[in-house]
């Protein structure tokens, strides 16, 4: 009779669960990522039902019948679990071991938690466990070929940003890990994402930018623990306040202590910035050195920004002092004077005006750069006139032909031998240096920069969209583009691809 209450009650239970109600594809486009996904979890959770299921009234068959022990019931768990969640074994046991290749086809069974993206999930399986070991182009080629055989997810663009880590290109595994903000959450696992933002706060801490990573990870919601360890040890890296038992604590609580021991105490040694002497409201009116001409003042200046580091970023407050020191020296007649005697003295075969005019191009070449690396505080020195109106001008004609080239190489990957892998990698390439080219630009110059650059790109999205059927990867794009006819005031351009974005929902 206890027998058959607890099997009655076993089918209660499945029954109960079976029939509960999950989210409807009705809400969604049933052949959208989301609507796929929605299915995906539906089937696994149906299997996970009745292996479950059937895993109970056997073991229950099979102690009221003979009084055997539970251990049937261990067994078809061991065989169930791979099943219906194969992340487990690979995450604990293959992962490990390096098996990259076992732990693509043991993932490529789906389950949590790449439902949103089965196949990128199974690849990127297999990079982590590939990074295991020894660089292997062979083994890498064959995980690149494998995210060609279905659609392109936010997990698949992560294995593509860790096999280009693998073979030594780190800045195209930064511009590829950094760009997954671009795709839509429906296309990209929560874990992915995780993984991702691990790999680039890692690598920010490899290269000594702290100030990037802080910056980067002050956005995410969800951080790792160890994220959250080399974030607050960021932090006291650039001088923030953040307390050695914050540090401490983060540490302890974060996994693989012994490999970062080394940044823990660092961080723990290094201490804290007190308030700036020196206001930044202030600096840009104080002088060099005082020297008695203007040139020397300028080129004190100059040399004193290229002594830092390229990892500390730079504000607008010295790029308006560096600015007005040459605006002095390059209107003093005196400096031109001695530029001309010294041509004349030398025989040098160029005239003083021209030596003159090089040097003009050269600092408004300089200060291009460093009014690119402001950010978006950059827009405070857009001025009409002076130097920085040259170094304007200098920067659009300079990245003008470099943006055209690259955007041509885009649209020459819109082929049948190549995959959206290749177009992706260049895509993120020619995004990212369209949005470093047209920091210092105004309006109308950036608005030039962006009609060379849509034509290449809105050509590519197609592509996708129509020959590909990468709806993601072509949403993200028609996405960027959006917002940058918005920026430029381009009308008709803003209207299409809001059309196109609202139809990628």
Not at 57 to 68: A, C, I, N, T
Request: proline residues 6%; positive net charge; glycine residues 8%.
């Amino acid at each position: 009779m206890t027998e058959t209450l607890v099997v009655l009650l076993c089918v209660a239970v499945c029954a109960g669960v079976g029939v509960s109600p999950l989210a409807s594809v009705i809400s969604c486009d049933p052949q959208g990522p989301r609507g796929r996904a929605m299915r995906r979890a539906e089937q696994q959770f149906a299997a996970a039902v009745m292996l479950a299921s059937t895993c109970g009234l056997v073991s229950l068959w099979l102690f009221g019948k003979s009084g055997q022990p539970w251990w049937p019931m261990l067994v078809m768990l061991g065989v169930c679990v791979p099943i219906v969640h194969p992340w487990l074994v690979v995450r604990h046991l293959l992962v490990p071991l390096g098996a990259a290749r076992t732990a693509y086809r043991v993932a490529r069974l789906a389950g949590h938690p790449w439902f949103r993206d089965p196949n990128g999930g199974a690849v990127l399986s297999g990079v982590l466990a590939s990074l295991r070991r020894a660089p292997d182009a062979e083994r890498s080629r064959w995980l690149r070929a494998r995210l060609e055989q279905e659609h392109l997810g936010g997990a698949g663009l992560v294995a593509l940003g860790l096999l280009a880590a693998d073979a030594g290109d780190r800045g195209a595994a930064r511009r590829i890990l950094g760009g997954l903000d671009e795709i839509d959450p429906d296309l990209c696992p929560p874990l992915a994402r995780a993984i991702a933002l691990d790999w680039l706060v890692a690598d920010a801490a490899g290269r000594g930018a702290w100030h990037e990573l802080v910056e980067r990870v002050a956005d995410d919601p969800f951080p790792t623990p160890t994220t959250r360890f080399v974030s607050a040890a960021a932090r006291r890296m650039i001088g923030e306040g953040v307390p050695r038992r914050t540090v401490a604590w983060c540490w302890l609580w974060a996994p693989r202590r012994l490999r970062t021991l080394g940044l823990m105490i660092a961080a723990m040694r290094r201490a804290t910035i007190g308030a700036p002497v020196i206001e930044p409201s202030d600096l840009a009116r104080l002088a060099a050195n005082g020297a008695p001409e203007p040139i020397l003042d300028a080129l004190a200046l100059h040399a004193e920004i290229a002594a830092q580091p390229a990892t500390l970023p730079v504000t607008v407050a010295v790029v308006e002092r560096l600015a007005a020191a040459w605006d002095v020296a390059l209107g003093d007649f005196g400096m031109r004077g001695q530029i001309r005697d010294r041509a004349e003295t030398f025989a040098v075969a160029a005239t003083g005006e021209l030596l003159v005019a090089r040097l003009h191009r050269a600092v408004a070449h300089d200060l291009a750069l460093l009014v690119a690396q402001c950010g978006k505080q950059a827009d405070r020195l857009r001025r009409d006139t002076g130097i920085l109106r040259r170094a304007r001008d200098v920067h659009f004609d300079e990245v003008l032909e470099r943006i055209v080239r690259e955007s041509a190489a885009l649209g020459r990957l819109r082929n049948p031998e190549l995959g959206p892998a290749a177009a992706w990698t260049a895509w993120v390439a020619v995004r990212e240096a369209y949005l470093t080219a047209a920091i210092p630009l105004d309006v109308q110059q950036r608005a030039i920069l962006y009609s060379e650059v849509e034509l290449q790109v809105r050509q590519c999205a197609a592509w996708l969209w129509n020959e590909r059927h990468e709806r993601g990867l072509a949403h993200a794009m028609c996405l960027f583009l959006l917002g940058e006819a918005e920026r430029v005031r381009d009308v008709e351009a803003a209207a299409y691809y809001r059309h196109n974005v609202v139809v990628g929902l």
